[in-house]
């Protein structure tokens, strides 16, 4: 074991831990080396397309072992993903055996291995936040596995915590609170980062101005999921701020803080109309939990077909034109729901997307080109109420 599970600053540990509250279709392996040849990356235009640990208990790679383990990796590239996404709460000898072994199966294939850390909102008692010790940790993976280790992200990086004994409200204070910006430091080139942020999340001139020169790229994810109408310009303001590859989180199923808002599952119509935004603002897709839902599949078997890309993009339509007559007539009935405060906390969201991408658009290429502008669309979507 080249790290031990001894933290680097143990007291520095045991306080952040203490002041938050954290507690307590098979394939034959010897075959696939050709057949997986088309999922190598060698075209700029290809969108990435990642997966988000699937509910499909044969699919959940860090849980399968040997033969099992690589007909899965196999099964996922042959369906045409490129990465995969999992949670490691600790770099103890448990855990990191169980990633060392994933990530050996995924040496000699072409799919790519991005390890996730929970923030305080999601840990508990068992979660690790020594960042320096993590640093080290995939610091030393990258160079053990140089394939298929990609990198790591830190789930809801700008988000709020939804539990009440947590010590920061926003994840991200907790990040400058635990010096993760001194860890980052020492991390190696190789070793790529891509936080996990919310188009509707808080402080994001932060994430901007503090993180942006140790990040490789971007995790993104939307608060307000149920309404695509701004999701374009959405799209517009963030690579023009951080200028940097976004990959774009797809729900196919609920989530629980919707499912406890009164809120239905996602339809296929919405899900189609994600898609089709996404496929074409996005530098790749990550397909979050459900990966057999059909509309998902059928997305993975059409994504380059132009008839399949005109189907959705009229879902898309037919989608925002439904959202645009609920905002019109159905106010009132909305504000009688469970979901209500969501309802509006998205409106409010949708006018000051459209109001950053208004003042954008009407730049002058000179103005865009002096990056002065940055800080003033970053003061209009930043929130820290």
């Not at 680097?8 to 509250?21: S, T, V």
Request: aromatic share 12%; glycine share 2%.
């Amino acid at each position: 074991m080249l790290l031990s599970t001894k933290t680097y600053d143990h007291n520095l540990l045991q306080n952040i831990n203490a002041e938050n509250n954290i507690e307590d279709r098979n394939y034959n392996s010897s075959n696939q080396i050709i057949s997986i040849n088309k999922n190598i990356i060698d075209n700029s235009n290809v969108v990435i397309l990642g997966v988000w640990t699937p509910i499909n208990n044969s699919l959940i790679l860090q849980n399968l072992k040997e033969e099992g383990q690589k007909n899965a990796i196999y099964t996922l590239l042959n369906q045409g993903f490129h990465e995969y996404y999992f949670a490691m709460n600790n770099y103890n000898h448990e855990y990191a055996k169980l990633t060392e072994e994933l990530l050996k199966s995924a040496e000699n294939t072409n799919l790519k291995i991005i390890v996730i850390l929970r923030p305080p909102s999601e840990g508990d008692s068992n979660t690790n936040y020594d960042w320096k010790g993590w640093i080290k940790y995939f610091n030393s993976l990258e160079k053990k596995y140089p394939k298929s280790f990609e990198g790591f992200t830190i789930d809801d990086f700008n988000w709020k915590s939804t539990r009440d004994e947590t010590k920061f409200k926003l994840n991200i204070d907790f990040m400058e609170y635990s010096k993760l910006i001194k860890a980052l430091k020492d991390k190696d080139k190789d070793v790529k980062f891509y936080p996990t942020i919310y188009f509707q999340g808080k402080r994001t001139d932060k994430v901007a101005n503090k993180y942006d020169d140790f990040t490789e790229g971007l995790i993104v994810a939307s608060g307000c999921y149920y309404n695509v109408s701004t999701l374009k310009k959405e799209f517009t303001i963030f690579k023009e701020i951080f200028e940097k590859p976004i990959r774009y989180v797809v729900y196919p199923i609920i989530t629980y803080n919707y499912s406890r808002q009164g809120y239905n599952p996602p339809t296929d119509r919405l899900i189609q109309a994600t898609l089709s935004i996404a496929s074409n603002s996005a530098d790749g897709l990550i397909f979050w939990r459900d990966i057999d839902k059909p509309v998902i599949q059928e997305y993975l078997d059409n994504h380059d077909n132009k008839k399949y890309l005109s189907k959705i993009s009229k879902m898309e339509e037919f989608q925002i034109n439904d959202e645009k007559i609920t905002t019109a007539n159905s106010k009132k009935k909305l504000l009688n729901t469970p979901n209500a405060e969501q309802y509006l906390n998205c409106q409010e969201w949708s006018n000051t997307f459209n109001k950053a991408y208004d003042k954008w658009k009407d730049l002058s290429q000179q103005e865009k080109e002096k990056n002065k502008w940055k800080k003033e669309i970053l003061q209009i979507i930043r929130k820290d109420k």
